[in-house]
């Protein structure tokens, strides 16, 4: 049986996910070669690493084991996990560590802008754990973290992928008010498959988020995404991008589910590029304003160059 160790406390031992170890073993499949990615060897990715390093800052690329690292570092592009490296839920598919987090760090805002200021980022994205263990749930976390960065480097262009903020009342009218210009939430995949794969929230509730971001300021994007390959059928994923749809969300990624560890979730199938195209056509034609959907998707990747895109197609929208 394979354990996966928390490197960050090794020396005792401690499992990454305690939650899954009573799980029965999941063997992990090879993935097909368009789903293969070289090791990360470029020298701006070990200064990027470096410097998150120097920061003590987290990231979403390393704790959540995304295949594109060693191309998104080598561009400078890392996506900043706010509020620790350990999550209050136990989603299935997720590579975070599970666990009681520690207390807020008051620095971190601070640190983070002067790593966005550093980088010369054009965009960044933040990210966070779920913290149900907050009463606001980390809103006013999110808050100062984007005001921090609006006052190190005012011409960085600010992306968000918060949690649910579940039973949180006010908590995302906080975060609104910071005005990021992009807010995203993943809903991850369909409703059926909600009770396996993220016991911990609710798909009406990650839905009503993304609609209430739309009613408090209209200017702000919204974005979502989901995984593909853990069950779902074709007009699952449909009735998803509808319900998207009516949310008024702009921008839909999809990318292919891979399992972390033995204790995750199987991978039920590997999604083909064709499908993934097929998909891509299909949440254009409900109009989205900006999709991304391959195997290698993930929230943030491209984040720069996608913002640029939705800018241009929300203003020949308007314009048309």
Known sequence: MRVEIDHRNA???KPRHPEKQHRPDNPIQRKPAWIRVKAPNHPVYHETRALMREAKLVTVCEEAACPNIGECWS???????????????ACAFCNVTTGQPAP????????????????????????????????????????????????????????????????????????????????????ETVPRLYPMIRPGARYYQSLRLLDR??????????????????????????????????????????????????????????VTPDEFAELA????????????????TRSSYHADADFAALREARAARRAA
């Open 11 to 13: 020396g005792g031992g």
């Open 75 to 89: 561009q400078r592009h890392a996506t900043m996990m706010i509020m620790g490296e350990i999550c209050t839920r």
């Open 104 to 187: 807020l760090a008051a620095d971190e805002p601070a640190r983070v802008a002067d790593a966005v200021a550093r980088l010369g980022l054009q965009h960044v994205v933040i990210t966070s754990v779920d913290r149900d263990d907050l009463d606001d749930g980390g809103a006013a976390h999110f808050a100062a973290v984007i005001g921090a960065i609006r006052a190190a480097a005012p011409a960085t262009t600010i992306e968000i992928l918060t949690p649910d903020f579940l039973r949180k009342p006010g908590a995302l009218e906080v975060v609104v008010a910071a005005r990021p210009d992009v807010f995203n939430h993943n809903l």
């Open 213 to 270: 971001v739309k009613q408090l300021d209209p200017g702000i994007f919204t974005k979502s995404g989901l995984m593909a390959g853990l069950g779902e059928d074709r007009s699952e994923i449909g009735q998803v991008m509808d319900d998207l749809r009516v949310a008024d969300v702009d921008f839909l990624t999809i990318g292919q589910y891979l399992q972390p560890t033995v204790k995750h979730a199987a991978v039920d199938r590997f």
């Open 281 to 296: 056509a299909m949440a254009r034609a409900k109009g989205f304003l900006m999709v991304s959907a391959t195997p290698l």
